[in-house]
């Protein structure tokens, strides 16, 4: 069984989004939450809730979510009871993260803000 994944971001990390969903998708399921088109007035918190549902209600195993520097997605995030959200900037990290902190939820920076 595919691990299942909610993708989500607003638009600073639009095009990261559906890079990574391209590069994923063979390997993974993944829910696309959002943005499905590029508009600089999305803002991260909206993308945060949906992808942080997803996990808390146990449709998806983990979840990404990408804005601007990666911060105000990660502090959207983990205002919601369950989820456990870090920026992470290399593997190692992002492997401490879901080894010794049970992360569920990665939040990248975009590439364009």
């Known amino acids: ?16 989004k559906n890079e990574l969903a391209s590069r994923l998708v063979d390997r993974y399921n993944i829910s696309d939450m959002g943005a499905h088109s590029f508009d600089p007035d999305d803002d991260y918190p909206d993308f945060a809730e949906l992808v942080a549902n997803e996990v808390v209600s146990g449709r998806v ?9 990666g911060v105000g997605a ?13 920026v992470c900037h290399d593997t190692y990290s992002a492997r401490q993260a879901v080894e010794h902190d049970d992360m569920n939820v990665l939040c990248l920076w975009g590439l364009e803000s």
Not at 61 to 69: A, E, H
Not at 74 to 86: L, M, Q, T
């Open 1 to 16: 069984m595919k691990l299942r994944i909610a993708l989500g971001a607003d638009h600073g990390g639009y095009r990261l």
């Open 61 to 69: 195993d983990r979840g990404i979510i990408i804005c601007g520097s």
């Open 74 to 86: 990660c502090i959207a995030a983990n205002k919601v009871p369950g989820i456990r959200a870090c």
